[in-house]
DNA sequence: ATTATTGTATTAACCGCTTGGTACAATAAT
DNA sequence: ATTATTGTACCAAGCGGTTAATACAATAAT
């Protein structure tokens, strides 16, 4: 899965959200040691320091815990993680449909559109 | 409508996209004559230059036009902003679905999602 | 004719993000 | 014991976006 990160908006805070759709989609699983700052920021050809700073803001939530020198490891609790896919998912949600709205598009041709684009 | 501007992303490609959406929901209406920069500037909370910008880019691409000293006009090319209208939602489509699938739900589930939020 | 308004241009300053470089303490690996 | 790896901290430099302040020419409004 690549990064997919572009120069619209902070680095970090796309770090943060990759890594979290990372850990609710299971690519890091409960208690799994993830790899080194930075090893991490080699693979997304980012700074050190800019991964440091996402990882910082995951700790600061609580998705994750840095053992000072063996590592940092997805915390295992699977019912934060639960809600934090919630979270995300209500997220899109919220955001996708009142720009659909927005745009003029009636609720019957933004549920045909999404059922038609499901398909295939 | 409020403009919901926030430091996450450039001020004036939030603009430049709020603008577009007023364009294809009729809010500005073909051939309208604009607000002055200055007058769209104090209402979004924004600086003069930043509105400058982002009308500027609005008019490279062709949705409006300045006449130097009446004013600035919203294209009267319906065409294009019928498929302005497309291109918006078919990016909201494009961004909203992977992410969704990301998060580890599958098609039936984000169908039922949408379907059940829409209802409200 | 005079005034106000229009879009536009320019400059300096500030701020946040990013990078590159360096460093340190703690501990795992050898 | 020595070495490598870990997270962490710091600083300087560069860059893009934003603001503030001014200014100007063209023309609409008076």
Redesign the interface.
Known sequence: MPWNLDS???IF?QIVEHLQ?DI???VYAPGQKLPSVRDLAAVASVNPNTMQRALSELERDGYMHSERTSGRFITEDTHMIDEL?TR??TA??????P??E????T?EE??N???Q???E
Do not use: T, W
């Open positions: 619209d908006r902070p805070v759709y609710v989609s299971g896919k995300l998912a899109q949600i919220n955001e996708f449909l720009r659909m927005r745009l003029g598009l609720k933004i549920l559109l999404v059922e684009s499901i398909k």
